[in-house]
């Protein structure tokens, strides 16, 4: 017998699509998701308490487990807060390298975002292919500063390392290989008839409620919104290069997803001119010894491959811990969104959704 | 909001020695969960650990300094305009590297949201962060923090509310329907109730959770899981560690 009761159904927190342990409760009549709930807090940590308890120095290498396919992001992040806090002025050089390692890292997570992604809804092929590209970034991360996840590869004031000789030249190598990989992505995709079946017209949401539920990066640029903190806020060095602003039309996850290509073919417009104008000089700015930034408390937002990436922190001007972190995670302001976008699609669409917003979540749970 | 805000057990509370065991300070007792039969003596009297605590708690800052801009700073257009048309909304305002940030009364925070969001020349459509700060030896211990982007205007700006502990502030959900999350989280975690949100749990502790993580006066190590399940487990290895 045949009846039309409303079905409950629970998805993860053990779910291979769901990217990590999000859970996502159901409610659903026949294949339609008419209302759900986003339980979170699985991997929960207590980042921001712990960073209370650690000196200055010592939580750099605590952001990297935030975002963890996109460390040095979080690395760049926390470091700039403290520099503003401090008004320390860093070396163009270290600010060139910072960039460079900041757009390689944006590579990286959207290498591991397409290819999950595709995977989700069904392309396993270009799941080999992205992660086939990422490999070659970890490589050129591990060959800088010896870790290929979790690197620890930026310092207050500047840098901890010089990047090794030659290394200017294997990353002018991986630029010139990207390009070519990013068309081949795109010959499997974007003219694919399943896909533009499964993400054309999937999770609208048009620009002015983008804004108003807080989605930030990609997301929010698929909606047609140009808004892009290295453009708006300029830090590190992205002032001084030229690149583009991607942005959709529709708000789909198509556009998304095309959002999203082509700020890998900008990013390495970012990373070529870097190398061509990497000044000499030294890397690691005039810092004190002990880390003790004046009381005050300031916000501070970066673009990390996922969205605005912002730290609050406040210092008590006496302690040799922040008196207060806080972390603004893309992946969590973007996962709000995620119950209004799955309503009234199918379950299957659920997860290319949870693609599309590409979330993390080490970082939405911290 | 239902629960008391029970900070749990901290360094201080820890039990008697002599066989006879204290019920856990601050924490409510579960059905079914026995109080441990016999503990290892503690090395040191109870007492001590949990007034140096409360000493360490009663020498944190009152407040951030929140520094006044320099007098020949003008102040943006927005601020000035506020304060215009909102006449004793803004009780303070503060420039530090860079920032700008105002301090408004809880009672017109709904009014200042509105007014910031839709006034042409702030049009702060973005709520990027809501967050807050604990400073206990203030009367009205927190500090709530709005920050606020205007994605046509490209500027910032930080409101600031100060609430005493268990005093809800008016939810700003229905201004900004990405503070949704945010102040769940800061419910979660510091225990400041909003009044008129629409679906106010905590989001990332479990839902039985006691106490508030981020409050400056609950410990850095909790007693966690282990003191959910099994109680005497927990004393136990709570007094090796400690006498280690």
Known sequence: MFDTNELVINMGPQHPSTHGVLRVILRLDGERV????????????????????????????????????????????????????????????????????????????????????????????????????????????????????????????????????????????????????????????????????????????????????????????????????????????????????????????????????????????????????????????????????????????????????????????????????????????????????????????????????????????? | MSEPPNPPEGAGGRPAGEGKSEPLAGQAPRAGAQPPASVPAAAKPPVAGKSAEQAKIAALPAGPPDPPPPADTPLPGFISALQTALAGAVTHVSLWVGDWSIVVPASRLLDVAAHLRDTPGALFDFCSDVTATDWPPRADRFDVIYCLYSTRLRHRVRVKVRVADGVALPSVTGIWPSANWLEREVFDLFGIPFEGHPDLRRILMPEEWQGHPQRKDYPLEGPGELLLESPADWLKVKAAREIE
């Open chain 1, 34 to 366: 008419i209302g759900s709930d986003v339980v979170i807090g699985y991997l929960h940590r207590g980042v921001e308490k712990l960073c209370e308890h650690r000196d200055w120095a010592q939580i750099v290498l605590i952001t990297d487990r935030m975002d963890y396919v996109a460390a040095a992001s979080n690395n760049l992040g926390y470091v700039e807060t403290v520099e503003k806090l401090m008004s320390i002025e860093v070396p163009r050089r270290a600010r060139y390298i910072r960039t460079i390692l900041a757009e390689l890292q944006r590579i990286a997570s959207h290498c591991l975002w397409l290819g999950t992604h595709a995977m989700d809804i069904g392309a396993m092929t270009v799941f080999l292919y992205a992660f086939r590209e990422r490999e070659l970034v970890l490589d050129l991360f591990e060959e800088y500063c010896g870790a290929r996840l979790t690197y620890n590869a930026m310092r207050v004031g500047g840098l901890p390392l010089d990047i090794p000789p030659g290394w200017d030249r294997k990353v002018r190598d991986f630029c010139d290989i990207l390009g070519p990989k990013v068309d081949e992505y795109e010959q499997l995709l974007t003219h694919n008839r399943i896909w533009l079946e499964r993400t054309r017209g999937v999770g609208v949401i048009p620009g002015e409620d983008a804004v108003a539920i807080g989605l930030s990066g990609p997301p929010l640029r698929g909606s047609g919104i140009p808004r892009d903190v290295r453009k708006d806020e300029p830090y590190a060095a992205y002032a001084e290069f030229d690149f583009d602003i991607p942005i959709g039309a529709a708000g789909d996850t198509y556009d998304r997803y095309l959002v999203r290509i082509e700020e890998f073919r900008q990013s390495v417009r970012i990373i070529r001119q870097a190398l061509d104008g990497l000044p000499e000089g030294p890397i690691l700015g005039k810092v004190p010894r002990l880390i003790k930034p004046p009381a005050g408390e300031t916000y501070h937002a970066i673009e990390a491959p996922k969205g605005e990436l912002g730290y609050f922190i406040a210092s008590d001007g006496k302690s040799n811990t922040p008196y207060r972190f806080r972390v603004r995670p893309p992946s969590f302001c973007n996962l709000q969104a995620l119950s209004r976008l799955i309503k009234g699609h199918l379950v299957a669409d659920v997860v290319a959704l949870i693609g599309s917003l590409d979330i993390v979540l080490g970082e939405v749970d911290r």
